[in-house]
T-cell receptor
Framework: DAGITQSPRHKVTETGTPVTLRCHQT?????MYWYRQDPGHGLRLIHY???????DKGEVSDGYSVSRSKTEDFLLTLESATSSQTSVYFC?????????????FGPGTRLTVL | LAKTTQPISMDSYEGQEVNITCSHN???????ITWYQQFPSQGPRFIIQ???TKVTNEVASLFIPADRKSSTLSLPRVSLSDTAVYYC??????????FGAGTRLTVKP
């Protein structure tokens, strides 16, 4: 399995609280992605990164920000969590981001916003 | 972005062959078709990828007709451990791909 860890694995927080999720990889892959997964929606891309300090928005980026200061770490921040952000968050990595490249997923973080 | 349509759920029995078809009518010339598998409480895992005709690996086969407007994932002789959600993705780059709701396959004894 690809070396991808996510922390924390579970988190319960309150509305209005800032939350940061961390994705760490040991594969030295250039591309990193954050997805959220909700019942009936599959996985939806939030943000992705194509290099250190290089990020772009995905399909559902409102309310989220990201940062990548090192190749191995990609942080997802909810500045002020809302109940609609209760979800399972997955990080993924890929080597080139191209059309034949495989994405490798982390174990996920279950976030509950009360 | 190419939109994909696949059945919401399918049931099968151990030992049977399962075929899951995905429609992608507006696939672009440079798009590849990729399938992922997701078990409960885990992230998705790559199964197979193809551009045209047939691709086979140790896990599955992927059939793509000449017009590429659909594709069929074939799982030979499924077992209980193949119970999972299967996603069909079509896109030019990873950040263009959309997972959708997938097909929930339930394999019964």
């Amino acid at each position: 399995d690809a070396g991808i860890t996510q922390s924390p694995r579970h988190k319960v927080t309150e509305t209005g609280t800032p939350v940061t999720l961390r994705c760490h990889q040991t594969e030295n892959h250039r591309y990193m992605y954050w997805y959220r997964q909700d019942p009936g929606h599959g996985l939806r891309l939030i943000h992705y990164s194509y290099g250190v300090k290089d990020t772009d928005k995905g399909e559902v980026s409102d309310g989220y920000s990201v940062s990548r200061s090192k190749t191995e770490d990609f942080l997802l921040t909810l500045e002020s969590a809302t109940s609609s952000q209760t979800s399972v968050y997955f990080c993924a990595i890929s080597e080139t981001g191209g059309n034949t490249d495989t994405q490798y997923f982390g174990p996920g973080t279950r976030l509950t916003v009360l | 972005l190419a939109k994909t349509t696949q059945p919401i759920s399918m049931d099968s029995y151990e030992g049977q062959e399962v075929n899951i078809t995905c429609s992608h009518n507006n696939i672009a010339t440079n798009d590849y078709i990729t399938w992922y598998q997701q078990f409960p409480s885990q992230g998705p895992r790559f199964i197979i990828q193809g551009y045209k005709t047939k691709v086979t690996n140790e896990v599955a086969s992927l059939f793509i007709p000449a017009d590429r407007k659909s594709s069929t994932l074939s799982l030979p002789r499924v077992s209980l451990s193949d119970t999972a959600v299967y996603y069909c993705l079509v896109g030019g780059n990873n950040n263009d791909m959309r997972f959708g709701a997938g097909t929930r396959l339930t394999v019964k004894p």
